[in-house]
């Protein structure tokens, strides 16, 4: 039990940071003997106490992107609804492969958004355009890529905020930390609706004294992530993210 604990403290501190707290508390519910598709449930309803804590801390930096994610808090809901609907009637091992895949891409956009973004408003400035706009193609394309993250959180959950980060780094003209916020808020959408809907459908399937344990552990880790995570400078945090993210790829691979 104090493990558990633990394992949610520092899955709901990584998860505010970077997002990828779930490759901690998986693997922790796994070596106790819980099967894959309870401990995938249990581990999302746990952590929903986290995303709230995690989000509450990074509120401040969520100001002034409101019409931004009135499309991507939808778009975040319809993914969750799919990846949910997923788990419960794919294979545990769908996702096995196109996994490592997604968070390598990831990362490589982690890594280039510097550059990316320099290239964007050099461009921008040669046309006249206000780089802060966008335009309703990038719109769009960032509400499929938050939709294609939602389905995956709602199906795996692991690393989702990396993919977040990633994608709205190459497509927005947003600093680390208000993606970061950003990345909080729409990261607790998708487990608030996956466990929902696992609540709803497979209550019998989650082991509510393991996600009880986590989500005590990672309420507490949410608050810490945010306090520590403010305070890092961008190329520190991106810096974490892919150490994280290589961390990531190892368990998983």
């Known amino acids: 039990m104090v493990l558990i604990a633990l394992a949610g403290v520092g899955a709901g ?37 986290g995303g709230l804590s995690g989000t509450w801390g990074y509120r401040r930096e969520l100001r002034g992107q409101g ?14 609804l799919t990846g949910a609907w997923l788990l419960l009637h794919l294979p545990a091992a769908a996702f096995e492969r196109v996994v490592p895949v997604l968070l390598i891409l990831a990362l490589v956009l982690v890594v280039a958004q510097p550059w990316i ?6 461009r921008a400035e040669r046309s006249g355009r206000d780089v802060r706009l966008l335009s309703r193609g990038r719109l769009a394309a960032l509400a499929v890529a938050t939709y294609a993250v939602g ?37 607790l959408m998708v487990n608030l609706v996956a466990a929902i809907t696992y609540t709803i459908v497979a209550f019998d399937r989650i082991s509510w004294a393991a996600a009880g344990l986590i ?20 190329a520190v945090l991106r810096g974490l993210i892919v150490v994280l993210g290589l961390v990531a790829l190892w368990r998983l691979f």
């Open 13 to 49: 501190t990584i998860n505010t940071i970077v997002g990828s707290g779930t490759l901690i508390t998986f693997p922790t519910l796994l070596a106790f003997g819980y099967p894959p598709i309870t401990a995938t449930m249990s581990n999302s309803v746990g952590l929903v106490t």
């Open 67 to 80: 019409r931004r994610l009135r499309w991507q808090i939808p778009a975040s809901f319809l993914g969750a």
């Open 117 to 122: 973004q320099g290239r964007v408003r050099a």
């Open 151 to 187: 389905v995956y959180g709602g199906y795996f959950a692991a690393a989702q905020g990396i993919l977040l980060v990633g994608l709205m780094g190459v497509l927005l003209p947003e600093t680390m930390q208000r993606m970061n916020a950003a990345k909080n808020l729409l990261s």
């Open 215 to 234: 989500a005590a552990g990672s309420l507490v880790g949410g608050f810490v992530g945010a306090k520590v995570g403010r305070r890092l400078p961008p």
